[in-house]
């Protein structure tokens, strides 16, 4: 019988851990502060996820189960430091804004293409940029959002005062608060999924993808606005069909307790000679 994680689980990790060292050395979080983060991470997850029924749960049980040194785990249990990633109130207030948007059929063109939308109530306009700030946030000031949005290139207004949508900008690209948020827990609710499959999960996560080596530049460029267009086209199915079953939920009288994270990506790099590298190295 083996001892220890299978040797093919730990090059797993270890090559999943690639991309996040550069992303890390990029914007200068060096090892010994990547070393204290997994110590808190360690600690965190054994606690909540690995406890023994009936047994209260002690620094040296998670030391055991981590291999983190008790006097770390007694330090970190008992910190009051709260380094959760939350979203910024008004980027959830936008994230809620934009999916009602997309999801709300009197807001759609036949093609599913988000209508404008007048900038405040407006006869003939079932809603206006200011009701849908309302409907999810009192205290926010319909015009701060509304500027900040523009700013990032995710609305705009025409002369005649009514807002755009770009609904391929859903995601701003010059924030990095913004960003470092959405990227948390895209790669986080991925890489869930895909872990609670390698644990047997029963049914599995939906995790496919389309895998290609060796094509041209060119075609690789085609293939992104491909790519692009397709996952844009199920992302609006889904989140229309998520918009329906939340207002019937309501209608109803009924309340949830579940999230969906559902989402797509497309990436491609230049090969370097196959003749010298290994498999692991001709994915990286």
Known sequence: MAVGPPSSLVKAVSYCMRPLVRLCIYHGIDYRQLIEMLKETFVTVAERDFPLPGRKQTDSRIS????????????????????????????????????????????????????????????????SFAQMVARFNQDMPARALLDELVKNGILSIDHEDMVHLDAEAM?????????????????????????????GANPPFLDRYVWYADLQSADAE?????????????????????????????????????RIHFGTFYYHKQQQSKASLTSEEYLD
């Open 64 to 127: 055991l189960i981590t291999g983190v040194h008790r006097k770390d785990v007694h330090r970190l249990r008992n910190s009051t430091e709260d380094t959760a990633t939350r979203l910024p109130a008004a980027q959830k207030l936008a994230s809620n804004i934009i999916s009602f948007w997309l999801g709300t059929p009197e807001l759609l063109n036949p093609d599913k293409t988000p209508l404008p939308v007048p900038r405040t109530a407006r006869e003939g306009h079932a809603w």
């Open 171 to 199: 995601i701003p690209s010059k924030n990095i608060d913004q960003n470092a948020f959405f990227f948390s827990h895209t790669i986080h609710d991925h890489i869930a999924a895909a872990g609670e499959n390698l644990c």
């Open 222 to 258: 085609r293939l992104s606005v491909i790519a692009e267009k397709a996952a844009m086209r199920a992302l609006k199915t889904v989140n229309e069909a998520a918009q329906d079953l939340k207002k019937s939920s309501k209608a109803a009288g009924e309340t949830g307790n579940v």
